[in-house]
């Protein structure tokens, strides 16, 4: 069962930067598509990003795009997400999380992803 260990989170001022990491066990990391997650108190989760497992394509949701961006170290078997010009509305719980099936060809769906870090707070004040 792989694990998955988020950091990086914290209160930052809108405008600000934080980068998460989530550094993952075992040896197949490379071979499957990960992606960060968000929950904000009283939402539904929702998707941010997704990176290939070649780390060629990455997906974003709209309201994120321009300002994130993600990343991966197979190497070091992490996936990072760099936030930049943060906003209170991206106040959440970031987790990463790791698609079910080896080498698939897109990001799917939140159903798909089935192994699941803790999280990471993030909050940006106004």
């Known amino acids: 069962q792989v694990q998955l260990v988020e950091s990086g989170g914290g209160l930052v001022q809108a405008g600000g930067s934080l980068r998460l990491s989530c550094a993952a066990s075992?040896?197949?990391?490379?071979?499957?598509?990960m992606a960060w997650f968000r929950q904000a108190p009283g939402k539904e989760r929702e998707f941010v990003a997704a990176?290939?497992?070649?780390?060629?394509?990455?997906y974003y949701a709209d309201s994120v795009t321009g300002r994130f961006t993600i990343s991966r170290d197979n190497a070091k078997n992490t996936v990072y997400l760099q936030m930049n010009s943060l906003k209170p509305e991206d106040t959440a719980v970031y987790r990463c999380?790791?698609?079910?099936?080896?080498?698939?060809?897109?990001?799917?769906?939140?159903?798909?992803?089935?192994?699941w870090g803790q999280g990471t707070q993030v909050t940006v004040s106004s």
């Open positions: 990176v290939s497992w070649s780390g060629t394509n990455t």
């Open positions: 999380a790791r698609h079910r099936s080896p080498f698939n060809g897109g990001p799917g769906k939140e159903d798909d992803y089935t192994n």
């Open positions: 075992g040896r197949t990391f490379s071979m499957y598509v």
